[in-house]
């Protein structure tokens, strides 16, 4: 247990290079995902050249940070897509990429399976057509399952399925896992942030707090299911859950978004968490620099949770779910276990909540066909 408060303590005060690095190659999208953190569909035209990204890669890979997280957007519609994974590769950057599949056709696979160090998730929000498609739109899940096929019979190895646990898909869990069995992938689920578009849907898609008991013994029964740090904040119930269990932001994550800019985290796309651009003096020195990031790595404040028990436990939750909810930083996670976050919000009266900085929605959504 010591070791274990000595490591956290090390990661709260931040480490010298991210352990997890988030970027968005483009905001361009064929989907229009309801949820959607990063409010993805149009290209932004200043998105990093490819000589800007191999650039990046390549300071990235000096800072001895050993993989990227890789999304959009829809990451395989850059055209240098390829061109920048087998770059990363090369300069000995594992990737692991977030797709929604429908770029995975048979020869993208075998493409795919050639390239060593390289992790695939691919996303869907139902386990089957009709709950998936009304978050992801109409063919989606036809065209990520058929990804899912692809990468199979390329032999391409054990890839991800990843899925945002909504109030619908929490209670697919069994299937899911049946699912990811049957292609002998793993599964990761991940939670709905109200961060993006889903600012608009979170009150109707997230949750509610007895799924989130029961996620918990779930999840706790199966360590081998993936969670990242997204569900540190259910860890205030008991014994904590596999993965980071703290808000890594500007300590041990960050974003870096398609423009070059560098956000605390991947879910707090807004000016008031923007740490700088790379494009300025490097990633490095936004991330040894940057006043944001500074401030982050002070000891918190306990502040509505100080009286709490299971602080310790949880660090007050989530700092995009309380800021995208109109929560100040000190209030609850609005999905606190013991419900301190829903009384908040009802004490608050939040009738306006912050949007992300930047919209890059279609304002046509585009639907897939189901053929």
Not at 24 to 32: F, I, K, R
Not at 159 to 169: A, D, G, L, N
Not at 346 to 353: C, E, F, G, L, M
Request: some cysteine; glycine content about 8%.
């Amino acid at each position: 247990m010591g070791a274990e408060s000595s490591l956290r303590q090390r990661f709260e005060r931040g480490l010298a290079a991210p352990i997890c690095l988030t970027w968005e190659l483009t905001y361009a999208c064929n989907l229009a995902c309801t949820h959607c953190l990063s409010s993805s569909g149009r290209r932004d035209p200043r998105e990093l050249t490819t000589s800007e990204a191999k650039g990046l890669i390549d300071e990235i890979a000096a800072m001895q940070i050993f993989y990227i997280n890789i999304g959009g957007g829809e990451p395989m519609i850059r055209r240098d897509f390829f061109e920048l994974i087998e770059h990363a590769v090369n300069q000995h950057v594992g990737v692991k990429f977030s797709t929604n599949g429908t770029r995975i056709d048979q020869a993208a696979a075998r493409r795919l399976a050639t390239i060593d160090y390289l992790d695939i998730q691919i996303s869907i929000d139902g386990v089957d057509a009709a709950t998936s498609d009304r978050i992801r739109g109409p063919g989606s899940y036809d065209s990520a399952r058929r990804a899912m096929d692809n990468l199979r019979d390329a032999t391409f190895g054990q890839f991800k399925i990843s899925v945002v646990m909504t109030r619908e898909s929490v209670e697919q869990l069994e299937d899911f896992e049946a699912l990811a069995k049957s292609y002998g992938a793993e599964l990761r689920l991940t939670r709905l942030r109200p961060s993006g578009r889903g600012v608009a849907v979170w009150n109707e898609l997230h949750p509610s707090l007895e799924q989130n008991r029961r996620l918990y013994k779930w999840l706790l029964d199966r360590p081998n299911v993936l969670t990242g740090d997204s569900f540190f904040h259910l860890s205030a119930l008991g014994p904590p859950l596999e993965g980071l269990n703290l808000c890594g932001a500007g300590r041990v994550v960050c974003l870096i978004d398609p423009v070059g800019d560098v956000y605390a985290c991947p879910f707090v796309i807004h000016d008031e968490f923007l740490a700088g651009n790379v494009r300025d003096a490097g990633f490095g020195a936004v991330w040894t620099e940057s006043e944001l990031f500074r401030a982050l790595r002070e000891p918190g404040n306990a502040g509505a949770c100080a009286s709490c028990g299971a602080y310790d436990a949880c660090r007050g939750g989530c700092m995009a779910a309380k800021f995208f909810t109109g929560l100040e930083m000190s209030d609850p996670d609005p999905e606190c276990v013991f419900g301190h976050g829903e009384q908040a919000l009802a004490n608050k009266s939040v009738t306006i909540r912050p949007f992300s900085s930047s919209d890059h929605s279609k304002r046509v959504p585009v639907a897939l066909s189901s053929r």
